[in-house]
């Protein structure tokens, strides 16, 4: 998947800066897709110069002008087309702290345990900022009146994967953590 179709899938919500879309991609995709300021504005620019995305500059009178993007009618043709394509491989998790799990054996057992307590924190964080999300979009309905009623249910799907992924993160870190602290236990009884 390219940087642009993740734009252009938050360009669907409606007109945006790049400062609003990052601030997007860190609440709503950032489970599935990680991107940096200063390449989100980069993607923009190639995406304006492809005719995918127009832009017009917003004259603000304390701060820099801003330029707020919307999808063309080009743009909207290559979501379409880009939801038509099939799947590629599945995804494959790369995670720094799986691999010192891996390791901890041989490694620093309580720097590992304290990475994923840190990990389990994060995860706590980012669902409390889900729910608010979640309960933003329905707006005091139930989720069979928003299914039945929203315009887009895309971003609430998504939002669901992503409070699901981070239940699983802290149903594993506390795994973890139990465990861990059942073979510290161990290992200071046999020493």
Same mark, same amino acid.
């Given at each position: 998947?390219?940087?642009?179709?993740?734009?252009?899938?938050?360009?669907?919500?409606?007109?945006?800066?790049?400062?609003?879309?990052?601030?997007?991609?860190?609440?709503?995709?950032?489970?599935?897709?990680?991107?940096?300021?200063?390449?989100?504005?980069?993607?923009?620019?190639?995406?304006?110069?492809?005719?995918?995305?127009?832009?017009?500059?917003?004259?603000?009178?304390?701060?820099?002008?801003?330029?707020?993007?919307?999808?063309?009618?080009?743009?909207?043709?290559?979501?379409?087309?880009?939801?038509?394509?099939?799947?590629?491989?599945?995804?494959?998790?790369?995670?720094?702290?799986?691999?010192?799990? &891996?390791? @901890?054996?041989? *490694?620093?057992? +309580?720097?590992?345990?304290? =990475?994923? /307590? $840190? %990990?389990?924190?994060?995860?706590?964080?980012?669902?409390?900022?889900?729910?608010?999300?979640? &309960?933003? @979009?329905?707006? *005091?309905?139930? +989720?069979?009146?928003?299914? =039945?009623? /929203? $315009? %887009?249910?895309?971003?609430?799907?998504?939002?669901?994967?992503?409070?699901?992924?981070?239940?699983?993160? @802290?149903?594993? *870190?506390?795994?973890?953590?139990?465990?861990?602290?059942?073979?510290?236990?161990?290992?200071?009884?046999?020493?």
């Amino acid at each position: 998947m390219a940087l642009r179709n993740a734009v252009m899938a938050a360009l669907l919500q409606g007109e945006a800066s790049g400062y609003d879309l990052a601030k997007a991609f860190d609440a709503t995709v950032a489970d599935f897709w990680m991107s940096t300021p200063q390449q989100l504005y980069r993607e923009l620019d190639r995406m304006e110069a492809e005719g995918l995305v127009t832009a017009r500059v917003v004259e603000q009178k304390r701060r820099p002008n801003k330029r707020l993007f919307s999808l063309t009618e080009a743009g909207r043709a290559a979501v379409h087309a880009y939801t038509a394509e099939p799947l590629g491989k599945p995804a494959v998790i790369r995670d720094e702290l799986l691999v010192k799990v &891996q390791c @901890l054996d041989a *490694g620093d057992m +309580e720097a590992v345990r304290t =990475a994923i /307590a $840190e %990990r389990t924190e994060w995860a706590t964080a980012k669902l409390a900022r889900y729910e608010r999300l979640r &309960q933003r @979009l329905l707006d *005091g309905r139930s +989720e069979e009146a928003y299914f =039945a009623e /929203a $315009e %887009r249910i895309g971003p609430y799907l998504t939002l669901l994967r992503g409070m699901a992924f981070e239940r699983e993160n @802290l149903q594993w *870190g506390d795994m973890a953590l139990r465990r861990l602290e059942q073979r510290t236990a161990a290992l200071r009884a046999d020493g």
